[in-house]
């Protein structure tokens, strides 16, 4: 286990310590907690995508109601085979 003294010192009403390069945790935000005499730093973990959109407020923007529908599917012809646009191309 690696291991360093540090410097402790007052930030405001804070106290604060600075973390050597050698300790730099990912990000701007971390976990500490109190594990007994213990202060326990640890990287945040990271969110997965459905977290991310779920903290995502809704926009209080007023969108117009949308009037363009989807065209009608067209007939396409390649080398003389007729495709529709609804299926896989076969080239």
Known sequence: MLECQVRIFRNGRN??????RSFELPGNEAILRKEGDRLVLEP?????????????????ENFPEVTDFLPEPVELRHAGTALSARHQYPF
Not at 44 to 60: A, D, I, N, R, Y
């Open 44 to 60: 945040l973990p990271k969110q997965s995508l459905f977290e991310v959109l779920h903290s995502w407020k809704g926009s209080s």
């Open 15 to 20: 106290q604060a310590v600075r973390i050597p």
